[in-house]
């Protein structure tokens, strides 16, 4: 289990970190999220000891990661791809790092297997893809059979065989109990493996949540309706249901193309065919009606835009229909932060 309990980072300027609490729990993987210089690396680090707090805590199973008896068999670690030698062979360098903690010889070789290296395992790291750096650091995380992994932007710059491999490893992972948390700038990649997110922007903590109640929240498929009769319309749609909130809608941001004359609602809570009933039952014309949908990553860029610190992003949120939705998801740039 991992604890973090008002957590502050502070480097020259400002705040890495600031103020962060939340818990990753054992069994179920939490995906730690959040857009590039939001302070995940930092956090991860502040867990492994490999950074002091400036103020508050970052606990494994319950303790500073200097206070673990034997820290290599509680936490693995995924921070770096390049974290092995390049001069030495994949067996060379976990078999060093085994020798040192008292770790079991074989479990070398046990690990090369689960990380898909058995046969790479003599070749030196110099000579390895990202990919197969990427697998050596999972071989390294795992090499003490540790209850908990800490993975940093585990599918970076991985082919989608990798990408497959990795989620279906993390998901692996949680199911035999440990407690697995993994960084991501991804919303589209965090929604496939992670059970529970923890949100960041500027090292604070944006929500923490299980993924389905994000997914409700920030998930704002509504219908769309242009009628030059809104108010008799809006009413009776806020009587239908306590739980449909009706919004005004401008003419020109995609209400059925018209222009000129009626007005705009954005209905949620209801599907086209209710809307649709409900205008006719009381007489309202209906000159456009579309199914709109913003998808998670829009919502989660709008959510955390003010937080952005490096790179270009996709502009505002913008609206697809729902036959869009499914068509990929926007990708915040890439940026350096360490
Ligand atoms: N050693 C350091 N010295 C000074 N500033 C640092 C240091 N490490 C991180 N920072 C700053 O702390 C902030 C958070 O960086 P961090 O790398 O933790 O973010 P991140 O969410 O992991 O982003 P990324 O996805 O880009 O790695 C950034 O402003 C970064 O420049």
């Known amino acids: 289990m991992l604890t973090v309990r ?31 210089g939001a302070g995940k690396s930092t956090t991860m680090r502040l867990l492994l000891g490999l950074a ?6 970052a606990l494994v199973n319950g303790r500073a990661y200097e206070r673990l008896a034997r820290p290599a068999r509680e936490v693995g670690a995924l921070l770096s791809p390049d974290a092995a030698h390049p001069g030495r ?9 085994a020798v040192g903690a008292g770790i079991p010889r074989r479990r070398v070789d046990e690990v090369l297997a689960e990380a898909g290296l058995a046969e790479a395992g003599r070749k030196r790291v110099g000579g390895f893809s990202l990919g197969m750096r990427q697998r050596l650091g999972v071989a390294d995380a795992l090499l003490g059979d540790p209850g908990v992994l800490l993975f940093d932007e585990p599918v970076n710059g991985l082919d989608l065989d990798g990408v497959r491999w990795m989620r279906d490893l993390v998901r692996g992972l949680a199911d035999e109990g440990r407690t697995v948390f993994v960084s991501s700038h991804l919303m589209s990649e965090m ?34 309706v242009h009628t030059p009769d809104p108010g008799r ?31 705009g609602l954005r209905v ?27 998808s998670l990553e829009e919502a989660y860029l709008e959510l955390t835009g003010d937080a952005v610190e ?23 740039a890439e940026g350096t932060a360490d």
């Open 6 to 36: 008002d957590l502050t980072k502070r480097y020259g300027g400002g705040n890495a970190v600031d103020g962060l609490t939340f818990t990753a729990e054992p069994g179920r993987v939490t995906g730690f999220l959040g857009p590039n």
């Open 233 to 263: 319309l809006r009413e009776r749609l806020e009587r239908a249901d306590p739980r449909v909130r009706v919004e005004d809608a401008s003419q020109d941001d995609g209400a059925g193309g018209h222009r000129g004359g009626g007005t």
């Open 52 to 57: 002091r707090p400036t103020s508050g805590e």
């Open 268 to 294: 949620f809570g209801l599907g086209a065919e209710e809307v649709g009933d409900h205008a006719h039952s009381v007489g309202a014309r209906v000159h456009g009606l579309r199914v709109l949908e913003a």
């Open 310 to 332: 490096y790179g270009s992003r996709a502009g505002r949120a913008g609206e697809r229909t729902a036959a869009d939705a499914d068509a990929g998801a926007s990708a915040a």
């Open 89 to 97: 062979t994949a067996r060379a360098h976990l078999t060093a790092k």
């Open 191 to 224: 929604e496939m493996v992670a059970d529970h997110l923890v949100v960041v922007g500027r090292g604070r903590l944006i929500t923490d949540a299980p993924l389905g109640d994000v997914i409700a929240a920030w998930s704002r498929k509504h219908v769309l």
